[in-house]
């Protein structure tokens, strides 16, 4: 059975509508025997059976038309569902494949629903789906029941869910997810990403703390320049250095305890503190 590959009104579906038509619907009898068959191992008989009901999947589907998805794509989830259906069916207690199946149908044409509708994941929930596929309808049917807007109150009591996620739901049904490329206004020159607000630093805020950066870092090699070399190995080893050298080690290098290795390190910090300082009055 060929997939339909564009939307409706297109030849392609409407061939394929024209195809599935075609194909007999089976009597109890019939559709029992090749369940049967099917659960024995017969795959023939198990594309009978899917085939013959491939009318009912498009029906179905139908019903989902206003979600603003490809229909062909609508139809094929609900067609894997009627397989799935098919696979599962038991012919021994008395009901037709169809009823049956239309919950598989249903639930692989939802998932897909909740799956594409947007970026952000939806249906998490059970509240969720419920309010996802029936808050519309559920607001259409108390606005004519009582020929006012249908209150959020009223719609959390009928679908036994809270306010509060009925107004959330009615929100993110209402915002569709918008491509960042797409353009903005009528002369197309800026996108909607270009309009988003940026956390990122100007190029003059980050040419300044370039600058900073390299004064910073020459300040500091000056500093370094003004100990000796004994001062010098001890602040590159345990201030600049990642992982820094132990005292252990420091006091093992020069030959001397670790507490003198922590002494001596305290000593170098406090000159080369005082160094930068020295050097950052002689630049102001």
Do not use: C
């Not at 969720?128 to 596929?133: A, Y």
């Amino acid at each position: 059975m060929s997939r339909p590959d564009l939307q409706p009104g297109h030849a392609a579906l409407d061939a394929y509508l024209a195809e599935i038509r075609r194909v007999p619907l089976l009597t109890v009898e019939e559709e029992q025997s090749l369940a049967r068959r099917f659960r024995e191992g017969d795959h023939r008989a198990g594309h009978q059976l899917v085939a013959a009901n491939l009318r009912f999947v498009v029906k179905v589907a139908f019903e989902y038309r206003s979600y603003g998805l490809r229909m062909p794509d609508v139809i094929q989830e609900g067609n894997i569902g009627l397989m799935r259906a098919v696979q599962k069916f038991d012919p021994d207690k008395q009901i037709r494949l169809i009823s049956y199946a239309v919950w598989w149908i249903r639930a692989y044409i939802q998932n897909h629903i909740l799956r594409t509708w947007s970026l952000v994941r939806l249906g998490t929930t059970q509240a969720q789906r419920k309010l996802f596929f029936s808050l519309s309808r559920t607001r259409r049917q108390l606005e004519r029941a009582s020929s006012e807007p249908g209150e959020v109150g009223a719609i959390a009591r009928s679908l036994s869910v809270k306010p509060s996620e009925v107004e959330e739901m009615a929100i993110r049904l209402e915002r569709r997810d918008q491509s960042l490329d797409q353009p903005w206004g009528d002369e197309g020159g800026d996108t909607a990403g270009d309009r988003l607000p940026s956390n990122s630093p100007s190029a003059q805020e980050e040419l300044v703390d370039a600058e900073q950066r390299q004064r910073l870092g020459a300040g500091v090699k000056s500093a370094l320049s003004r100990l000796d070399p004994r001062e010098r190995f001890i602040i590159e080893q345990r201030v600049m250095a990642e992982p820094p050298m132990s005292l252990r080690a420091l006091g093992d290098h020069f030959g001397f305890s670790r507490e003198r290795a922590r002494q001596l390190e305290l000593r170098a910090t406090e000159k080369l503190r005082a160094e930068l300082a020295e050097l950052a009055t002689e630049a102001a």
